[in-house]
């Protein structure tokens, strides 16, 4: 788990420049809709996972979402201070719930409830509707891309493909 959680968070601080101080608009700072200030990203990473529950499948997923976003996003792209917060939280909502036969527990408002507010369900649903854009509603990730994806990063995940399990979540 240790190693899963310093690759994701790996993952979502490299997919772009983001600044280190909230970022200035129309003269005015810019404000986060965070009611306080985030913890660092591996610790908010951690908790999401511990209070998600989500299964391997998903985190997987999510990685796959993450790089097919940074693939597509322009040279000129930056973030903002919690840019990558935002597109981790995307990432496991779209997957979660495009994973999900059944419908998911992982809603705009459990991710509220698990980040301890840090987002309204308002900004929730942003991000989701945002981070869907980006990766242009790509969503579907076939057995042939996971295998790619884990002959790539599966030892620093420390995952091994699972034929079975694959069939039974794909």
């Known amino acids: 788990m240790r190693s899963s959680l310093a690759f994701t968070t790996n993952t979502a601080t490299s997919l772009l ?3 280190s101080k909230k970022l200035q608009k129309n ?4 404000r986060s809709n965070t009611k306080h200030h985030l913890p660092p990203l591996n610790e908010f990473i951690a ?3 511990k209070r998600s529950k989500l299964s391997p499948c998903v985190c997987l997923v999510s990685l796959i979402y ?10 000129h792209a930056r973030g903002d201070i919690d840019t990558p917060y935002r597109l981790f939280l995307a990432a496991i909502l779209t997957a979660s719930k495009f994973l999900s036969e059944t419908g ?10 698990m980040t301890d507010h840090a987002y309204s369900p308002k900004d929730v649903n942003l991000m989701e509707r945002s981070f869907l854009g980006l990766i242009k509603y790509n969503l579907f990730v076939n057995v042939e891309a996971i295998k790619a994806y884990l002959d790539i ?3 620093t995940l420390e995952m091994d493909l699972v034929e079975e ?5 794909l």
């Open 17 to 19: 420049p983001c600044s």
């Open 27 to 30: 003269n005015s700072i810019h």
């Open 47 to 49: 908790t999401v996972f």
């Open 66 to 75: 993450l790089q097919r976003l940074k693939t597509g996003l322009p040279s």
């Open 104 to 113: 998911t527990c992982l809603t705009s408002q459990a991710i509220v409830v």
């Open 153 to 155: 990063h599966g030892k």
């Open 165 to 169: 399990v694959l069939d039974q979540h």
